[in-house]
């Protein structure tokens, strides 16, 4: 993104889309977050607001309405970050109507907005853990070369996802990224969706409250700090011609040894109690970041000790 630029940010007032915005704004350019905030809070855009409604936009709108279709045409941006998605993995299962209509239709309306105002570019937040699904562990890290295997009907909505941006590029020459995120934790993340292990963590060990770990807690995730994550959504909208790439650190780190790590950082001694594990969960995952190196020069900075910390303060604060 250019200095002075105009960007939307779909789902702007959530976890990872107002980080973005904070940068966004940071770095000079002029913002306008669209968002029904079933699960982003205006509170989250509280920083970025300091930057005056010439610069920031707030357009409370739903991705599945048509309006958002003519609504990013008139304001015509140079670019597009479609980040609004239902996201939560279990209630996808339970509502997979509700969940295409919002991750597969709403994200047309968007590519349709992107289209007609002959954006430069568009990226898009996919899910590397969902869309890779169950593979033979002997492939960790997962490369973007292997064949989907999206077990849910999230996993199948972000790899749909995925296609049309493709096609969209074929048909008309729209230029989008994809980018298929590990697990991103940090500040703002919300402790009472399902994703966000380590916020979930956070706020039960700062309240001296017993964590629940469903299985045996040896089942691994990839974690990526957010300001890593909104540096891979900055460097994609400036290269051209990336179809799709991993965001993740390519380390696998388990929910047990998480859970250790942050309970020492925070000082205490509980121990969590184990349950039955849910269906539906990866047993492993972590992405392979070698090709986002090569296609955005893009690597993570942040360890996930300092990222921990980061969060952990965060948590303290909020
Ligand atoms: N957090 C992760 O680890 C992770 C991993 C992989 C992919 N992603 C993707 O990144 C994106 C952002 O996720 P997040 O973790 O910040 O979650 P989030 O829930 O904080 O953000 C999603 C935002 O979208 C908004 N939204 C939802 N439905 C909408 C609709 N119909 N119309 C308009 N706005 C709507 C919500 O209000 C919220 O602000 C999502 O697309 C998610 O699928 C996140």
């Known amino acids: 993104m250019m200095n002075g630029n105009t960007a939307i940010v779909t789902g702007g007032a959530g976890f990872i889309g107002s980080s973005l915005v904070d940068r966004l704004l940071a770095t000079g350019n002029n913002v306008v ?15 970025s607001r300091k930057y005056g409604e010439e610069r920031l936009q707030f357009e409370q709108l739903d991705v599945r309405s048509r309006e958002v279709t003519e609504v990013i045409a008139d304001l015509k941006p140079e670019t597009v970050f479609h980040l609004a998605a239902q996201v939560d993995l279990r209630h996808s299962v339970s509502d997979p109507m509700l969940d295409a209509e919002t991750n597969i239709m709403g994200t047309l309306r968007v590519l349709e907005g992107a289209r ?13 853990g969902t869309l890779y699904g169950a ?3 002997a492939l960790l890290p997962f490369k973007e070369s292997l064949s989907p295997n999206p077990g849910t009907p999230y996993g199948i909505s972000k790899a749909v996802t995925m296609n049309y941006l493709a096609a969209y ?4 020459g729209l230029d989008g990224t994809a980018l298929a995120l590990a697990n991103v934790y940090g500040p703002r993340q919300d402790p009472h969706g399902e994703a ?21 807690g040896e089942q691994t995730r990839d974690f990526v ?3 890593d994550a909104v540096d891979a959504f900055i460097q994609a909208s400036e290269i051209e011609g990336i179809k799709f790439c991993n965001i993740g650190t390519g380390i696998e780190t388990s929910v047990n040894s998480l859970y250790q790590s942050m309970a020492s950082l925070i000082g205490s001694s509980s121990q969590p109690q184990h349950l039955p594990s849910r269906s539906g969960e990866l047993d492993r995952s972590a992405l392979d970041p070698t090709y986002a190196q090569e ?8 360890s996930l000790e300092e990222g921990l910390l980061r969060t952990i303060e965060w948590f303290k604060e909020n």
Do not use: C, M
């Open 135 to 137: 593979q033979d562990p």
């Open 295 to 302: 296609a955005l020069g893009w690597h993570s900075n942040i």
């Open 196 to 216: 966000g292990v380590i916020a979930i963590f956070a706020g039960q060990l700062l309240r001296g409250e017993e964590s629940t770990i469903f299985g045996t």
């Open 33 to 47: 977050v669209i968002d029904n905030l079933t699960t982003g809070h205006l509170s989250n855009l509280n920083e």
């Open 116 to 128: 007609k105002s002959n954006a430069n570019k568009v990226v898009v937040a996919a899910s590397g």
């Open 225 to 227: 700090y957010v300001d």
């Open 169 to 172: 590029e074929d048909l008309y």
